[in-house]
């Protein structure tokens, strides 16, 4: 029993042992080898104490050797697959009327513009894509920009960190309040004097924290399945979680051991495994965890690791900011989104001047004709038919209430 429990406990201690050598500065190539070696010590003590005592000298030998086997094939593969980068994709290629925008905050962020042959509604719309750092530049750009057929310029790029932009050497420069930074040197950039928001799930939270901090700069909002406004990490199930490996599901080291780094310092975890390496997880991460019940495509490899791993934490102060926007919004559930519908239900009471949509069933959710409809009358002055329900409707599959 006691054996078991301190061989559960050697992968703990070898994570902690790593993150406290990183804590103090060492570099990638002493605190893996330190934490390699608390847990190959705590690994063996476990394990002699697994095996029980012989009474005759001969045997408490055999016994060493034994355990020293066992852990030297276990410590051998741990090693190798935590000191051995993950396969890494080549860089995304540039999507058609791909552009860069040098903004004044220093971000280089990659975007499409899409605009119609004779402009008529001065107020562009800018997507904001989730994750966060998760876009899709090709696929959303392709969707979205069906609304310049009601005379709007339209927007997609990819996030600082994410897809096709530039990332950051210390991935704590990302967060909630750079993200607004941004777009609102877009906003300067385009030379518009408001803008009309659609987001998608985490998107919704650069959204509100937009409106709250330049409310006279948006024109309406839209929030498609938003993750919810608790004051918290936003991307904690990630990185809380691993790829698996192999039929047995086990965690993988490797990037246990980035989660870990990044918890004390996202730079050196940035230094042990770089930021494609981390894009390719979270596209396999994401491809694995998908929804069983519904039928969703994947984005497109539009990932940014460093920035889903390491969260975007939302200000405990933004849902009792929002009460005083008087801003348009309108809130649209599908069928079958990832997001709570709880959520939803949270952004339409903090937000005095919102309503919620309800556009059922379609496949891949978010990017459907009924989704566009809505979205085209609502962003056009219109008034889409209201759900004016707090429980979801029959027929809908997604979440209820967030998982703790």
């Known amino acids: 029993m006691a054996g078991g429990l ?10 902690a042992a790593l993150a406290g050598v990183a804590l103090v500065g060492a570099g990638p190539e002493v605190f893996a080898v330190v934490g390699l070696a ?4 705590v690994l063996f003590l476990g394990l002699l104490l697994c095996v029980p005592r012989p009474q005759v000298a001969w045997g408490r030998w055999s016994r060493a050797a034994v355990v020293l086997g066992v852990e030297a094939a276990v410590v051998w593969q741990v090693s190798a697959v935590t000191l051995s980068p993950l396969p890494v ?15 004044p905050t220093g971000s280089r962020l990659a975007y499409v513009r899409i605009a119609p042959e004779r402009v008529t509604r001065p107020e562009p719309v800018v997507f904001l894509h989730g994750g966060p750092g998760v876009g899709d530049l090709e696929g959303d750009s392709a969707f979205y920009g069906r609304l310049v057929s009601a005379g709007f310029r339209v927007f997609v790029y990819d996030q600082l960190g994410a897809g096709r932009s530039a990332r950051l050497a210390d991935p704590q420069g990302y967060g909630l ?33 937009y409106l709250a901090a330049h409310p006279g700069r948006v024109a309406r909002a839209v929030l498609y399945s938003p993750t919810g406004l608790a004051p918290a990490r936003a991307s904690s199930r990630l990185a809380t979680s691993a790829v698996p490996l192999g039929p047995a599901a086990l965690p993988h080291p490797r990037t246990l051991a980035v989660s870990a780094l ?9 230094a042990f495994a770089g930021d ?17 019940a519904c039928s969703a495509s994947p984005p497109g490899p539009g990932y940014g690791g460093y920035v889903a791993l390491a969260g975007r934490a939302t200000p405990a102060s933004l849902r009792n900011d929002l009460v005083r926007i008087t801003v348009p919004v309108l809130i649209v559930k599908g069928a079958c989104d990832a997001e709570p519908w709880a959520d ?9 001047n919102a309503g919620l949509a309800y556009v059922g069933d379609g496949a891949p959710p978010g990017r459907t004709d009924a ?30 209430t967030a998982t703790p």
Request: aromatic fraction near 6%; avoid cysteine; hydrophobic fraction near 50%.
């Open 371 to 400: 989704y566009l409809a809505v979205l085209r009358t609502f962003l056009t002055g219109g008034e889409p038919n209201a759900y004016a329900a707090d429980d979801p409707p029959p027929g809908y599959r997604g979440p209820v």
């Open 38 to 41: 608390v847990f190959a010590s």
């Open 177 to 209: 309040a750079r993200d607004v930074a941004d777009l609102e040197a877009i906003r300067r950039t385009v030379r518009a004097e408001r803008l009309n928001l659609v987001a998608r799930d985490h998107g919704a939270q650069l959204a509100a924290a």
């Open 262 to 270: 990044l918890r004390v310092d996202p730079a050196t975890a940035r």
């Open 344 to 352: 939803a239900i949270a952004y339409r009471r903090a937000l005095p």
């Open 6 to 15: 301190v061989v559960a406990l050697s992968p703990v201690a070898g994570l």
């Open 276 to 292: 494609r390496e981390l894009d390719a997880h979270l596209a396999l991460l994401l491809r694995r965890q998908a929804a069983p």
């Open 89 to 103: 994709p080549p860089a995304p290629a540039a999507v058609a009327g791909q552009r860069e925008w040098r903004l």
